[in-house]
């Protein structure tokens, strides 16, 4: 189970070849005709920041083909000039540029909204400001040049179209005036993913369940869309940059990466183990690494040791405990993340908290938590360094479902026969996707309003017999049952219950059903209808003996009512 390699009787080259086979055989699925997200720029270019940097950059700018240049002043100068440019010199070259000086009210009041060729720039207020109409008559400016010490457009990663940087750092200006001077055309990207809202557990009869998408991406792409009854979420294709992070955090698969789908991902992986070992290789460790940072390693001469294998992803969020989980099930002795610069803060804080939930799963299970690891910057030891356990199992899984919920069961179920479950509850990170219900029965009706609700298979009804069942594998912890039920009969569990009870089926509460005074037919329980008198007790359509309608099944109720208006048919108006 975690038994300790013995470092001698590695062969490396015998590792490198098994590596190079696994490369000739198998490529990393990639969409090779994704669907594209199109920028269209004229070059019309808002220039934010102090008068004396707007200018600077506008002088630099002009002439190199952009539509227009407008410059807000949106913070004071600074204290000294730079002395690079006389500032009357400086003025008479920007003295036809439009130009606008907000205070530094106006300036906390301007926001700043869009992507590449559709930015809005408006002033809030009781009667708002579009700075584009105001200023260059046109419906919204294509590029952003933001030379504020703070950006304005408050967002980790900024959008296509939108350059911050500050004047006077001088080693990068050049370049990225030109790099912004360029922004003029055409543009294509890719569309990362796809939304399947029949899967997401993000609202239901009006309540607001799962959030992880939104609490995760970088870019503020995804929204929660408030329609007539339910919320729905929605990517803007426009703002979405691939970070992956949301398809990760998603446990149930309604946010698919493209560029590859998750479930093509796993299925490389354990094709790529499999090939491994059958060219003789031992000890494999796949490290999940940017396309990018393996381009700069290769570029600077990196060879990494035969027993290493590289897993390319457009971003290290593509990938999350599920996928790394994935590959010790099929027989990765160690899986490592190698992190690169320039991370944004939530996805560095999204791979911390994946890591922590895979970290849990693994010890409640009965593996050592190292097998999974975070590798810095620049860790070349940690990064060549030979696994210190052997790898969990020798034969690869076989995928047969497409879901994504049922595929990781599948993965946990794997580790819990290779490992030594705990049998008991354990505690996972906040926001975690595993946990169980406790289920009121004494408040309990058996409405079923949980069941229609639920977002997975998790809850179901008993069929014919008044009963509600939980599996709790199938369990994302959404907490829209507990929303949903009228009784608040229901409360959630967080936490991996590392027992086979997790993935058995269970009755939570069931009843006899009351059968219909009038047929004797069933179709409800005895304490639905017990609640339903209650609270009907007073209603002048049920005083009386009508009270016993509520007794009746949906056909008895009907005739009864008939046969009151044929007796008095002027029973109706009494009402």
Same mark, same amino acid.
């Given at each position: 189970?975690?038994?300790?390699?013995?470092?001698?009787?590695?062969?490396?080259?015998?590792?490198?070849?098994?590596?190079? %086979?696994?490369?000739?055989?198998?490529?990393?699925?990639?969409?090779?005709?994704?669907?594209?997200?199109?920028?269209?720029?004229? =070059?019309?270019?808002?220039?934010?920041?102090?008068?004396?940097?707007?200018?600077?950059?506008?002088?630099?700018?002009?002439?190199?083909?952009?539509?227009?240049?407008? !410059?807000?002043?949106?913070?004071?100068?600074?204290?000294?000039?730079?002395?690079?440019?006389?500032?009357?010199?400086?003025?008479?070259?920007?003295?036809?540029?439009? %130009?606008?000086?907000?205070?530094? +009210?106006?300036? &906390?009041?301007?926001?700043?909204?869009?992507?590449?060729?559709?930015?809005?720039?408006?002033?809030?207020?009781?009667?708002?400001?579009?700075?584009?109409?105001?200023?260059?008559?046109?419906?919204?400016?294509?590029?952003?040049?933001?030379?504020?010490?703070?950006?304005?457009?408050?967002?980790?990663?900024?959008?296509?179209?939108?350059?911050?940087?500050?004047?006077?750092?001088?080693?990068?200006?050049?370049?990225?005036?030109?790099?912004?001077?360029?922004?003029?055309?055409?543009?294509?990207?890719?569309?990362?993913?796809?939304?399947?809202?029949?899967?997401?557990?993000?609202?239901?009869?009006?309540?607001?369940?799962?959030?992880?998408?939104?609490?995760?991406?970088?870019?503020?792409?995804?929204?929660?869309?408030?329609?007539?009854?339910?919320?729905?979420? &929605?990517?803007?294709?426009?703002?979405?940059? =691939?970070?992956?992070?949301?398809?990760?955090?998603?446990?149930? =698969?309604?946010?698919?990466?493209?560029? /590859?789908?998750?479930?093509?991902?796993?299925?490389?992986?354990?094709?790529?183990?499999?090939?491994?070992? $059958?060219?003789?290789?031992?000890?494999?460790?796949?490290?999940?690494? %940017?396309?990018?940072?393996?381009?700069? $390693?290769?570029?600077?001469?990196?060879?990494?040791?035969?027993?290493?294998?590289?897993? /390319?992803?457009?971003?290290?969020?593509?990938?999350?405990?599920?996928?790394?989980?994935?590959?010790?099930?099929?027989?990765?002795?160690?899986?490592?993340?190698?992190?690169?610069?320039?991370?944004?803060?939530?996805?560095?804080?999204? !791979?911390?908290?994946?890591?922590?939930?895979?970290?849990?799963?693994?010890?409640?299970?009965?593996?050592?938590?190292?097998?999974?690891?975070? !590798? /810095?910057?620049?860790?070349?030891?940690?990064?060549?360094?030979?696994?210190?356990?052997?790898?969990? %199992?020798?034969?690869?899984?076989?995928?047969?479902?497409?879901?994504?919920?049922?595929?990781?069961?599948?993965?946990?179920?794997?580790?819990?026969?290779?490992?030594?479950?705990?049998?008991?509850?354990?505690?996972?990170? *906040?926001?975690?996707?595993?946990?169980?219900?406790?289920?009121?029965?004494?408040?309990?009706?058996?409405?079923?309003?949980?069941?229609?609700?639920?977002?997975?298979?998790?809850? *179901?009804?008993? =069929?014919?017999?008044?009963?509600?069942?939980?599996?709790?594998?199938?369990?994302?912890?959404?907490?829209?049952?507990?929303? +949903?039920?009228?009784?608040?009969?229901?409360?959630?569990?967080?936490?991996?219950?590392?027992?086979?009870?997790?993935?058995?089926?269970?009755?939570?509460?069931? $009843?006899?059903?009351? $059968?219909?005074?009038?047929?004797?037919?069933?179709?409800?329980?005895?304490?639905?209808?017990?609640?339903?008198?209650?609270?009907?007790?007073?209603?002048?359509?049920?005083?009386?003996?009508?009270?016993?309608?509520?007794?009746?099944?949906?056909?008895?109720?009907?005739?009864?009512?008939?046969?009151?208006?044929?007796?008095?048919?002027?029973?109706?108006? *009494?009402?």
């Amino acid at each position: 189970m975690n038994q300790r390699i013995q470092l001698a009787s590695i062969d490396d080259q015998r590792n490198v070849a098994a590596r190079e %086979t696994v490369r000739r055989r198998i490529s990393w699925p990639v969409n090779l005709t994704p669907a594209n997200v199109t920028y269209h720029s004229r =070059g019309h270019a808002l220039l934010l920041g102090s008068e004396r940097d707007t200018r600077q950059a506008a002088r630099t700018l002009q002439g190199r083909g952009l539509a227009s240049l407008t !410059l807000v002043f949106t913070a004071p100068n600074a204290a000294e000039a730079d002395g690079e440019i006389n500032d009357s010199d400086l003025f008479a070259a920007t003295e036809m540029l439009t %130009t606008q000086a907000l205070t530094r +009210a106006q300036s &906390e009041k301007l926001r700043i909204s869009g992507y590449l060729g559709m930015f809005k720039a408006v002033l809030d207020g009781d009667e708002p400001v579009d700075l584009a109409r105001a200023l260059i008559e046109r419906e919204s400016f294509d590029v952003v040049l933001d030379l504020n010490a703070t950006p304005l457009l408050a967002v980790e990663l900024l959008p296509p179209g939108y350059v911050a940087m500050q004047w006077q750092n001088n080693e990068q200006r050049s370049d990225t005036l030109d790099s912004f001077a360029d922004l003029i055309g055409e543009f294509d990207k890719p569309r990362y993913f796809q939304v399947n809202n029949d899967l997401c557990a993000h609202s239901a009869s009006g309540n607001v369940g799962c959030t992880r998408c939104l609490d995760v991406c970088p870019a503020d792409a995804i929204s929660s869309i408030q329609g007539r009854i339910e919320s729905r979420i &929605e990517i803007d294709p426009f703002l979405c940059q =691939g970070v992956g992070s949301c398809t990760s955090a998603c446990p149930t =698969g309604a946010i698919e990466f493209r560029l /590859p789908e998750t479930r093509r991902q796993q299925d490389t992986l354990a094709a790529w183990l499999t090939a491994y070992r $059958e060219a003789g290789g031992e000890v494999p460790v796949l490290r999940f690494i %940017t396309h990018e940072s393996l381009d700069a $390693e290769r570029a600077a001469g990196v060879t990494t040791p035969g027993h290493v294998i590289d897993v /390319p992803l457009e971003e290290l969020g593509a990938a999350g405990h599920d996928q790394w989980l994935t590959g010790l099930a099929n027989g990765a002795a160690e899986v490592r993340i190698q992190l690169h610069d320039g991370m944004p803060p939530r996805l560095s804080a999204f !791979l911390e908290h994946q890591v922590a939930q895979a970290h849990g799963l693994l010890a409640a299970l009965g593996h050592d938590t190292t097998r999974i690891k975070l !590798l /810095p910057v620049d860790a070349g030891s940690e990064r060549d360094a030979l696994p210190s356990l052997t790898p969990l %199992t020798d034969t690869s899984l076989a995928f047969t479902e497409p879901n994504k919920r049922a595929r990781l069961n599948l993965v946990l179920a794997r580790l819990a026969e290779l490992g030594a479950p705990s049998g008991e509850r354990h505690a996972v990170p *906040k926001g975690a996707a595993y946990g169980g219900i406790n289920v009121n029965s004494a408040a309990c009706t058996l409405c079923h309003a949980c069941v229609s609700n639920c977002p997975t298979p998790a809850l *179901k009804s008993g =069929g014919d017999t008044p009963a509600l069942s939980f599996l709790e594998a199938d369990c994302v912890q959404c907490g829209l049952c507990e929303q +949903a039920c009228p009784e608040d009969a229901i409360t959630l569990t967080p936490g991996f219950l590392a027992a086979s009870e997790r993935v058995t089926r269970h009755i939570c509460h069931e $009843e006899a059903a009351f $059968e219909c005074i009038g047929c004797g037919k069933p179709f409800a329980t005895a304490s639905t209808v017990a609640t339903i008198k209650a609270k009907l007790a007073n209603h002048p359509y049920f005083a009386g003996d009508a009270m016993a309608r509520l007794e009746m099944c949906e056909d008895c109720r009907v005739k009864d009512v008939w046969k009151t208006m044929a007796r008095d048919p002027d029973a109706q108006l *009494k009402v």
